[in-house]
């Protein structure tokens, strides 16, 4: 079973920041978050990943609580591509060999 | 572009019949992985390779599937005697080795068994 936590849907505006959840309150130390979207009739894309410090790449920041017990990935000015279903997952990174996807958050962006 | 491609994007079979999904990693990938996505869940593992070694499967890989990756390149999923709940998208991802965090998706073979 997933090990996170995620809201079923959310909207955003386009052009505004979006922002979105994901508790994972038994991830253990060794575990990392990791981010990934699917855009409809697509395979998933990986966005981000996380230890313990917050991350930025050219797609998306995420932020980690203190604890680690939860995370936000933000994404700063989205746009109508970003509409997806975007997938927070824990994993021990490069030793797991494989995913376990929950249900992920459908985020709408609006025009 | 990911650069993993799967062949089919789409098959229509009927039941009982087999059927045969080829991925190409992209190249120098070590790791190949094989998922299953029914509508409105996230991926489900099935199973993956190091080179050409099969080093995990998931209980959901019946006895009428198999899948092989013979040269360590490209791989292949086989699904014997189709029932109508084999109807799914089958994704195939790679990634280069350990080390490396991110597994690179394909577009995924979309199979609808009638």
């Known amino acids: 079973d997933a090990k996170t936590t995620q809201p079923t849907s959310m909207d955003c505006a386009e052009g505004r920041a979006a922002n979105l959840p994901c508790n994972h309150s038994?991830?253990?130390?060794?575990?990392?978050v990791y981010w990934y979207r699917q855009i409809h009739s697509q395979g998933p894309q990986y966005i981000i990943h996380?230890?313990?410090n917050n991350e930025t790449n050219e797609m998306a920041s995420l932020i980690i609580t203190e604890d680690r017990k939860s995370s936000t990935l933000i994404l700063p000015h989205a746009t109508l591509r970003d509409t997806a279903v975007y997938y927070c997952i824990v994993s021990v990174g490069y030793r797991d060999d494989k995913i376990i996807f929950g249900k992920g958050t459908r985020l709408h962006i609006l025009p | 572009d990911t650069g993993v491609s799967q062949d089919p994007r789409h098959k229509i079979t009927k039941r009982g019949q087999n059927v045969t999904f080829r991925c190409d990693p992209i190249s120098e990938h070590n790791r190949l992985y094989w998922y299953r996505q029914t509508l409105g869940q996230g991926p489900e593992f099935l199973t993956y390779?190091?080179?050409?070694?099969?080093?995990?499967k998931s209980r959901l890989l019946s006895d009428r599937f198999s899948a092989e990756r013979p040269k360590g390149s490209f791989s292949t999923l086989e699904i014997q005697r189709t029932e109508q709940g084999d109807s799914a998208m089958y994704l195939c991802?790679?990634?280069?080795?350990?080390?490396?965090?991110?597994?690179?998706f394909g577009p995924g073979t979309r199979l609808t068994v009638t």
């Open positions: 390779f190091q080179n050409e070694a099969q080093l995990e």
């Open positions: 991802a790679s990634r280069a080795g350990q080390g490396d965090y991110e597994q690179y």
């Open positions: 038994t991830i253990s130390g060794n575990e990392y």
């Open positions: 996380g230890l313990k």
